[in-house]
């Protein structure tokens, strides 16, 4: 009986590995095209500097405890207030990660007779909070305005007497393209029903002062927006932003808010930093803004590939082991490259996803396309 002990963990990687889709641990090393460090601020000086100033005011590493008991610390409370101020919210509500915050979130608001009509293509953390929720759900086409309303409108012709909730990213973390949100939330105000926007990929980078995507909508009693503080703003955790009502209901009722060790207080001294060097040095947006562009154009130029517009490109290579292989020659070369296969993106559509951050310049882009270009000519599936 020991000896079969691991034989199903073992029965799966081996299943992993014949569909080329097994995972394994890389440090990174090369010039980056994989982070999400859009801005370069996670070894930027400012907020070193900024968790060096917290550790001499005395902020200790860790929260000690839940929120809820004496982990609540000054440090998150300031955090939460000058994000509302920042993002135009009545309230902010500070996570230790984008993934807990989403499960939070999906898992608490939405009530039994509601549902969720999400995109289809909408990040695994808020697959986790809907599995776990108890209203109804269904996925939608991609970016399909019509197929949300259709939607909405199958479920109250078959009942539904709730709300209906709208759950979409702002921008798609692997195609890179944007959601219609002035339509989506036009369409939930229509419906008496909330919009859920995760700002991930755009906090930071788009919007006044990089306040997304949603900066428009923000301040809306129907909206619930997600701003990841791990990607652009380089550092980690997560602001759930909404009207006070929805907040203190998660505080209540979220149970990974309410049983989670509360995240470092140094983080949300950083994450503060983080929010003040967006208004304080526009010019990195602006750097990031004209490097987005010229990559997006010498993208298509290079391997005739339309571009998505964003920080993010993706590549199509379909066949799981040719992104592999692909990926790994270009690590070999020096350019820091990842293979995205499934479940993370649909079966078929396997691809590397290069990111643009301003950890790279010009001459960089030019030569990993050029050495892109060569590395998917010569490695065939």
Not at 245 to 260: H, T
Request: aromatic share 6%; charged share 25%.
């Amino acid at each position: 009986m020991t000896a079969g002990l691991l034989h199903r963990y073992e029965k799966t990687l081996h299943g992993l590995e014949r569909k080329e889709r097994r995972r394994e641990l890389a440090s990174g090393s090369g010039v980056d095209f994989t982070s999400n460090d859009y801005l370069a601020l996670a070894g930027s000086p400012r907020l070193k500097a900024a968790i060096a100033s917290a550790i001499d005011r005395g902020v200790p590493v860790g929260s000690g405890g839940s929120r809820l008991l004496r982990g609540n610390h000054a440090e998150h409370e300031a955090l939460e207030a000058e994000a509302a101020a920042f993002f135009g919210v009545e309230r902010t509500l500070f996570f230790g990660s984008g993934y807990a915050a989403n499960a939070a979130l999906f898992s608490t608001l939405p009530q039994r007779d509601d549902i969720i009509v999400h995109d289809a293509l909408i990040h695994a953390s808020a697959h986790e909070g809907i599995a776990a929720s108890r209203a109804g759900a269904v996925a939608v086409k991609h970016n399909d305005v019509d197929a949300f309303a259709d939607a909405i409108g199958t479920w109250r012709k078959r009942g539904g007497m709730g709300h209906p909730w709208i759950a979409v990213e702002s921008l798609y973390s692997m195609d890179g393209d944007r959601a219609p949100l002035a339509d989506l939330a036009a369409l939930a105000a229509r419906h008496d029903g909330f919009l859920v926007v995760d700002e991930a990929h755009a906090t930071g980078v788009f919007g006044p002062d990089g306040r997304g995507l949603a900066a428009e909508l923000e301040g809306r009693r129907n909206l619930v927006v997600l701003h990841t503080c791990g990607k652009a703003l380089g550092v980690s955790g997560a602001l759930v932003g909404a009207n006070a009502v929805l907040c203190d209901y998660l505080v209540n009722r979220a149970r990974n808010f309410i049983y989670s060790t509360a995240p470092s207080p140094l983080i949300a001294a950083a994450v503060r930093e983080a929010l003040v060097t967006l208004a304080d040095e526009p010019r990195r947006r602006a750097e990031f803004d004209d490097l987005r562009t010229f990559a997006n154009r010498a993208l298509a130029e290079t391997l005739g590939i339309q571009s998505s517009g964003s920080q993010i490109l993706p590549v199509p290579v379909g066949d799981n082991g040719r992104a592999v292989r692909i990926a790994a020659r270009m690590r070999a070369e020096g350019f820091d490259i990842r293979a995205i296969r499934p479940p993370t993106v649909p079966e078929g559509t396997a691809r590397l996803r290069i990111a643009i951050t301003l950890n790279v310049d010009r001459p960089m882009i030019t030569r990993m396309l050029q050495g892109l270009k060569v590395a998917m000519t010569e490695e065939r599936s």
